[in-house]
């Protein structure tokens, strides 16, 4: 039998319809953790990229419920964007962003501050990029540099620079070796700030 | 199969055989995540599951298996338990899945897993074929915890977390090179020299 032609066809379409099956199951049986999980990254990044907002010696659900407490959740005024209120007044934004990076999508939070020029801080929760290469602009030495980053006055609010170039308003030094993901990257947060500036109440 | 049988299945996959100061596979992984013990361990792990029950499956199936399409199983039964192992980590310890990051997912393509399933299960009995895959998968495992050890004591100054006397303290001046990549490929080295060596003086003596 094993002679025949189709059998190879076939014994490859059994085992992977098998096999597929089960981790699809399997994937659906977890689903919901795995979600919560991710909820949960993203939660905390919001808290890190406003002031002094993450504490990280608190728990996971302490931490959960600091964001439940002290964020607003996206209103149409503030165009997506969640906020920390002091007695009513913003004092900050936390803007989710995404967009594809060189492999897949590249998501993260940026912070901005209430005067809408000045960036507290980003984080990079999800992305795969080349590791080593383009991910690392997910580590602290490459997001480290927008803490209190003043947005460029020009058309486009930041830039990324060669290592080692002199720096004005709006500009970072790219990781060197990653020009896909820091082109990408570059892009993603300038559409996203762009686009969100126009939006938002002042 | 019979207590020697078993002993020099061990032998061969511990010692004379072993995957990565013999057979030099599997050294993208070995360089990647040995720069803290808790990894490794959570790496060997993944590879003692993936290897042992991916090399069960193939020897199930070896009789069915035309021989033209093999490869494409073994692959197919490989990621299928890779993925299992991703789905775990990210459902019930996504932090450790964070830390290993692309890795979990390149075990898929760690030459040892393919390789017993190529040398010995495609041709062996179910039992012979998981013994031989769990002592080539140990072998991995054992190097490599010795060369995290190194790596987080001297980089770091601790193991799995935990203050080292005198390492942690403030005497010792942490050499910051252990734990980047280039640390791994110093100390893989090493001990893969120290290990031939032991072997090669052994191998004479016999003569």
Redesign the interface.
Known sequence: MKEKRWFPVMYMFVITAIVSTAVIGFSQYTRERVQANMERTFEIAVLKVLPGMFEPDLSFVELHKKFQQEIDKPTDKTAGAYTLRKNGTIEAYALPIEGQGFWAKIKAVIGIEADKKTITGIVIYEQTETPGLGAEVAKKEFTDQFENLKMSAQDKPIAFRRAGEELQDGQVHAVTGATQTSTRLEKIINDNLIQWLEKVEN | MTNRQIKQLAYEGLWKNNPIFVQVLGICSTL?VTNLVLNTIVMCAALVFTVSLSALTVSI?RD???R??RM??ET??IA?YV??ID??L???W?QMSENL???VGLIITNCIVMGRCEACAISNPPARAMLDAIFNALGYSFILLIIATFREVLGMGTFLGFGVPYFSGQYWDKWTIMVM?PGAFFVLAIVVWTFRTVQMSQEDKKK
């Open positions: 990647a199936l069915f298996t035309p033209n399409i494409m199983i197919l039964i299928f993925i299992i789905v775990i990210k459902a019930y996504p990051g692309p890795y990549p």
